[in-house]
């Protein structure tokens, strides 16, 4: 049986767009909590990190219900914007942000504040403001946290099955990804389909795994 490349190229697709989205929210996110010291930081590392802990279907059960055409929020979106979030692939893709945002946040959160205080200090005396502290002296030195963010988001967006069935059902050409494509084979009993899927995804998830790994070899070289 020849196999299908949309579920392949939907699930790159989603994987690529929430990767670039979180690199945009998770970065000023992550300095935010790294370099901030008010009293409530833990409550928002907590709420960052749920997605760490709670099983994909709940994260999904709940996005349902909140984007749901028949919720306030679903139906101001529909009516207003006329944006469907519940069986549609800018829901999944929301739905991506929200589960893979502390696999961006904490590596990026990580790097800057195992970087030396005495760089932002010095800084800050040199009158620049965090913002400016954060992007021309902090992030140039945490590239392998970005780059293990990065990596990290992109591999975990490939791999979501619960919450994208959950949220976005399993409509081919929309939000039938590969994780979905090869559980539906399987209940066919095509095996083989399944595992040629399988290993597509098995051999992008290591050949970006094994770039990731070089690269840092030879930064912190």
Sequence with gaps: MPIDWGPIWLTLRLAGVTTLLLL????????????SRFRLKPVFEAI????????????????????SPTSSL???????????????????????????????????QAGIENLPVSWREASYTLGQ?????????????????????????????????????????NLPGQTRVASIAIY?????????????????LLAVSFIILLVVYAINKRVTV
Excluded at 48 to 67: A, D
Excluded at 88 to 105: D, H, Q, R, T
Excluded at 137 to 142: A, G, M
Aim: aromatic residues 12%; glycine residues 8%.
């Design 24 to 35: 945009v929210i998770g970065i000023p996110l992550a300095g935010w909590l790294a370099l």
């Design 184 to 200: 539906d084979e399987v209940e066919l009993l095509h095996f083989q389909t399944a595992h040629t899927y399988a290993a597509l």
């Design 129 to 169: 403001s965090p913002a400016r502290t954060l992007w021309r002296v902090l992030l140039p030195n945490c590239k392998p946290a970005l780059l293990t963010g990065i990596v990290l988001t992109f591999a975990h967006t490939i791999g979501e099955f619960g919450l994208v069935m959950m949220i976005g059902g």
């Design 48 to 67: 960052i990190s749920l997605p760490l802990v709670l099983p994909p279907s709940v994260v999904g059960f709940y996005l349902l219900l909140t984007f």
């Design 74 to 108: 679903g139906a101001w979106l529909l009516k207003t914007l006329n944006l469907q979030l519940v069986f549609s692939f800018e829901g999944l893709v929301v739905a991506s942000l929200i589960y893979s945002l502390p696999f961006m946040v904490h590596p990026i």
